[in-house]
């Protein structure tokens, strides 16, 4: 009788047979043109019944399918690359929006190059024409200020300028100053300082103008004594410390503080704590993004929600329906603030909180 044959060191190992569209289509008896249509989500999959679709998604699961993008490129003449533009990676703002602009573009199969500008004018124009001699087929930028028409399909989070073939996802920032002044105005607050944005931010303008519009239509007053500007290009609450000494040295009485971004109403919070101020018992502060530190800052930060990762997600689905011509072209995508109420507002000096105001108040994890 035969002993079994040991396996001779150094012998490989048998290797799984590789499991491409025409594996999956014999498992399911289709056609490997319409499993790729399918798994790709091509214009040709419009035709193929949805039943099929999921049996064909549930294939791919079960044997493990893993697509060999370089192939596909060759075959379809495409990359499946996106470029992404942004003013900056690490900053808690920039980073939330790439992050849902990664999640989209994994699901659909796409990859993306990321290039940082940091407001430098001829960096940026640079890098796109890096990006596009890479085979990129379209853009998104964030935070970036385009003003000439792109040689590709592109879309530009918290972009403004009105420009042929630019999407611009924009917030409602009109309905986000009123949701801020009126929740002040409400708490009592009349003496408001106002902290505006850097001049290359691309929010900044529009944002200081929607507040100065609703502000006339509420009747709040904003002093020029009570105004003060970013400076620099810190993406910390660092940032924001230097303006909350000043409104200080400044002299002049306020209760309340409308910050240009949670960053900035972070570092000022620091500046009138240590000068023996309570927040929101002396003076309220508000922020703007709801960036994921705010809820946990000292105290949590009543803030105008800005849904990043949704705006980012939005920006990603825009560019590709774009690009595979699967939808009109929109210049405009109009997206929606939320306000968030947390501990750093309070109720004017001497003033009774009125019981709206009390009910809208939520915990921690709104």
């Given at each position: 009788m035969k002993t079994p044959s040991k396996v001779k060191a150094g012998a490989r190992k048998p290797q799984p047979a590789t499991v491409t569209l025409k594996t999956i289509a014999k498992h399911l008896n289709l056609t490997p043109g319409t499993v790729s249509a399918a798994l790709n989500n091509s214009a040709a999959a419009r035709s193929i019944p949805e039943h099929t679709k999921q049996r064909i998604l549930a294939a791919a699961r079960e044997l493990n399918y893993r697509p060999n993008f370089f192939a596909r490129s060759l075959r379809l003449q495409r990359t499946y690359t996106i470029g992404v533009i942004a003013e900056e990676i690490g900053d808690a703002y920039g980073s939330m929006i790439i992050s849902g602009i990664e999640q989209h573009l994994r699901q659909n199969n796409f990859f993306f190059l990321t290039v940082i500008h940091r407001h430098d004018k001829k960096l940026l124009q640079t890098y796109a024409q890096m990006l596009q001699s890479r085979g990129v087929e379209g853009f998104i930028t964030v935070d970036t200020s385009i003003t000439e028409q792109p040689a590709l399909p592109t879309v530009a989070v918290a972009?403004?300028?009105?420009?042929?073939?630019?999407?611009?996802?924009?917030?409602?920032?009109?309905?986000?100053?009123?949701?801020?002044?009126?929740?002040?105005?409400?708490?009592?607050?009349?003496?408001?300082?106002?902290?505006?944005?850097?001049?290359?931010?691309?929010?900044?303008?529009?944002?200081?103008?929607?507040?100065?519009?609703?502000?006339?239509?509420?009747?709040?007053?904003?002093?020029?004594?009570?105004?003060?500007?970013?400076?620099?290009?810190?993406?910390?609450?660092?940032?924001?410390?230097?303006?909350?000494?000043?409104?200080?040295?400044?002299?002049?009485?306020?209760?309340?503080?409308?910050?240009?971004?949670?960053?900035?109403?972070?570092?000022?919070?620091?500046?009138?704590?240590?000068?023996?101020?309570?927040?929101?018992?002396?003076?309220?502060?508000?922020?703007?993004?709801?960036?994921?530190?705010?809820?946990?800052?000292?105290?949590?930060?009543?803030?105008?929600r800005q849904p990043l990762l949704r705006m980012g997600q939005i920006a990603a689905q825009t560019v590709i329906e774009r690009i595979e011509e699967r939808g009109s072209y929109e210049p405009e995508i109009a997206i929606e603030p939320e306000f968030v109420v947390r501990e750093s507002s309070g109720p004017a000096p001497g003033n009774h909180v009125p019981a709206t105001v009390e009910e809208e108040r939520p915990g921690i994890a709104s």
């Open positions: 972009g403004h300028q009105r420009v042929t073939g630019v999407t611009n996802v924009v917030l409602d920032h009109k309905r986000a100053a009123r949701m801020a002044l009126q929740h002040l105005r409400n708490l009592g607050h009349e003496e408001i300082a106002f902290v505006k944005g850097q001049p290359f931010s691309s929010d900044s303008v529009v944002r200081w103008e929607s507040i100065v519009e609703v502000a006339e239509e509420l009747d709040v007053r904003i002093r020029p004594e009570l105004t003060v500007q970013l400076e620099g290009t810190e993406s910390t609450p660092l940032i924001g410390y230097p303006v909350g000494k000043q409104l200080l040295e400044r002299e002049r009485p306020f209760t309340a503080v409308f910050a240009y971004n949670d960053i900035s109403a972070i570092g000022a919070i620091w500046a009138f704590r240590e000068a023996g101020l309570r927040v929101p018992e002396d003076v309220s502060v508000v922020g703007f993004d709801d960036i994921p530190g705010a809820a946990f800052a000292n105290p949590a930060l009543t803030t105008v």
